[in-house]
């Protein structure tokens, strides 16, 4: 079902160029957040699709909860020294890691591979942490 409804709002993937045209359809780039003279940081822009944004958050609290590669790094986003995330802003980064996973399993055609997943500066990163 979860495959279907991510199918059904982005359509055929392959006619994306790059995961980060899927990031942007779902609402997922990155805006600054400012109002005047003041500026806060960055926020998610939230003009792309609500559905799948909503589509993608509830993957990854499955993929959080049963998929220990995205586990890794979500504790690790939460934990790190430098800038910890929220949980939800780690839900986020995590949301963005599953579209890409999804993206380049369906352009190459591949069946998914756990030790792919994090590449090995992430890996590096998580294993310094710890």
Known sequence: MTAASLLG???DLLRFDHP?????LAGYNLVED????SKSGTIISKRGRKN?????????LVMVAKNNEMKE???YLKTRKDNPLKKKQALVVVSKKIINVIY?????NMEYKPELVLG???KNQIRQAA
Do not use: D, F, N, P
């Open 9 to 11: 709002e982005t359509g």
């Open 20 to 24: 980060r045209q899927i990031s942007k």
């Open 120 to 122: 090995e500066y992430r």
């Open 104 to 108: 380049h399993l369906v352009k190459k």
């Open 34 to 37: 400012s109002s005047g003279k």
């Open 73 to 75: 790094l979500y504790q």
């Open 52 to 60: 799948l944004r909503s589509i993608l958050y509830r993957i990854a």
